[in-house]
């Protein structure tokens, strides 16, 4: 049973940047595929970035490559998302989660945060 708790999320202004956490608790955190997913209300959440529980493979979605980092500390039990040069199109509600397995497709993963929104004004 892995529970996983956001934080970060806030108010910022386009071209900004933000930071996103994600606390873990289990003592097999380095064995997860760990992922941000992200959602608008009224629409479907959608991928944003994976990484591997070693931290050496990481995968984007296109839509935030070259702006995003997913990155891990296993010493910490703790995921980030840092989020540059951001956009209004990435206003959104913000959620982690956690794959044993794999880490694609979307339907691998059975544990969620509650999420932290994420509002970039133009």
């Known amino acids: 049973q892995v529970q996983l708790e956001e934080s970060g999320g806030g108010l910022v202004q386009a071209g900004g940047s933000l930071r996103l956490s994600c606390a873990a608790s289990?003592?097999?955190?380095?064995?997860?595929?760990m992922a941000w997913f992200r959602q608008v209300l009224g629409k479907e959440r959608d991928f944003v970035a994976v990484i591997s529980g070693g931290g050496g493979k990481t995968y984007y979605a296109d839509s935030v490559k070259d702006r995003f980092t997913i990155s891990r500390d296993n010493a910490k039990n703790t995921v980030y998302l840092q989020m540059d040069s951001l956009k209004p199109a990435d206003t959104a509600a913000y959620f982690c989660?956690?794959?044993?397995?794999?880490?694609?497709?979307?339907?691998?993963?059975?544990?969620w945060g509650q999420g932290t929104q994420v509002t970039v004004s133009s």
């Open positions: 989660a956690a794959a044993q397995f794999r880490g694609w497709p979307p339907q691998s993963y059975d544990y």
């Open positions: 289990g003592r097999t955190f380095s064995t997860y595929f």
